[in-house]
Structures are given as structure tokens and as C-alpha cells.
């Protein structure tokens, strides 16, 4: 049988949340508890609508390249629609939602697609160590870190997007496993 997909490419997968240093369980705790009072459309703490100014600052968390991140400064200048604010309560607990189905026993191993999972090095957005976990439980999946990189591996230096796309290329240009 074929399959849908053939390959599939994950960079910094959400297979777990970066929550610097707070406990998992007590977050989702806190994103239950201000859903449940009807804020789901409220900004988390430390999360705000778009600001150009605010989202500079946290460009160096998602790239080491700030002429790559200016491009989606002008980007969202021209088409606001495009602009990303911070995550809501309601953005949080649909995540949390879909990372427990990644994690419920048999998900990834019932995965035949075979998968590329790129990490960023300096990773703190995503959980690296959760998508390590989640890449050990699949069948047919390499993964590769790129040291140095950022969050938005895409949007970083050319040295580190090409050590991504070089993974990339060896990727799709192996042979293909049979279908189950």
C-alpha cells in the first residue's frame, strides 16, 4: 500500500513545551485553571498582541541571524495578517492537548512514515529533550542537532542552514524503505 506521505521533515518539533525551569504538570495546571474561568483568548503571562519593538527582543531567542528575522518585520508591515502576537491560554492547552496524544503509548511507534526531525542546539522554544524521547519511540526516523542553531533553523545563519539543508538533501536522496 502507499502511503500519503512519503518522507516527512520535523524542524524543532513541539513534541514538548520549553517552559524555563517551571514544572510541566504545574503548568498545565495554571492554563486549565485560567481556561476554566473563560480566559482562553487571554494572553499567558509574559505574552502580549504584536509589538515590532517587543518581537525584536525576542528575535535572538528564535535566530542568531538578525537580517533573516528583519524579512518578517517587513513582512508583517506589509500584511498584518501574518503578524504572530504571544500565545494565548486557549494556544496552550490546545498544545498541551496534542503533546499528550504525541506521548500516549503506540502513537509514535504506529508511525511508518519515515521521519527527519531537526533540533535546534540552542533550543528554547521547544523541548529538545521531549522530541529526543519522541524520536526514540518511532520506527524509521534520524535525527539530526544542528549546535548553534536557534528555534527557527530556517531563519538562521547560512552556515547553519546549510548543515540543515545537507541533512535535508541526504534525507531525500536515500533509498526509500518498502511500504508495510
Not at 491560554?89 to 504525541?102: C, E, M, N, T
Request: hydrophobic share 45%; with cysteine.
Amino acid at each position: 500500500a502507499r502511503r500519503a506521505v512519503a518522507r516527512a521533515v520535523l524542524i524543532a518539533p513541539m513534541t514538548g513545551i520549553y517552559l524555563h525551569g517551571l514544572p510541566g504538570l504545574m503548568a498545565r495546571a495554571l492554563v486549565r485553571a485560567a481556561r476554566s474561568v473563560g480566559t482562553s483568548t487571554r494572553y499567558a503571562p509574559f505574552q502580549a498582541p504584536y509589538n515590532e519593538r517587543a518581537r525584536r527582543r525576542a528575535a535572538s531567542v528564535l535566530t542568531s541571524d538578525p537580517d533573516r528575522f528583519e524579512d518578517e518585520i517587513v513582512a508583517c508591515r506589509a500584511n498584518p495578517d501574518l503578524a504572530l502576537g504571544g500565545v494565548t491560554y486557549g494556544w496552550l492547552g490546545a498544545a498541551f492537548r496534542s503533546i499528550y496524544r504525541l506521548r500516549a503509548p503506540g502513537f509514535a511507534e504506529a508511525i511508518a512514515t519515515p521521519i527527519l526531525m531537526v533540533l535546534a542546539g540552542e533550543e528554547q522554544v521547544v523541548d529538545n529533550r521531549a522530541a529526543r524521547r519522541f524520536h526514540a519511540r518511532l520506527p524509521d526516523a534520524r535525527l539530526v542537532e544542528i549546535d548553534g542553531a536557534r528555534h527557527e533553523i530556517l531563519k538562521e545563519r547560512d552556515a547553519l542552514r546549510q548543515q540543515f539543508w545537507a541533512a535535508f538533501d541526504a534525507f531525500m536522496d536515500a533509498p526509500a524503505n518498502p511500504s508495510p
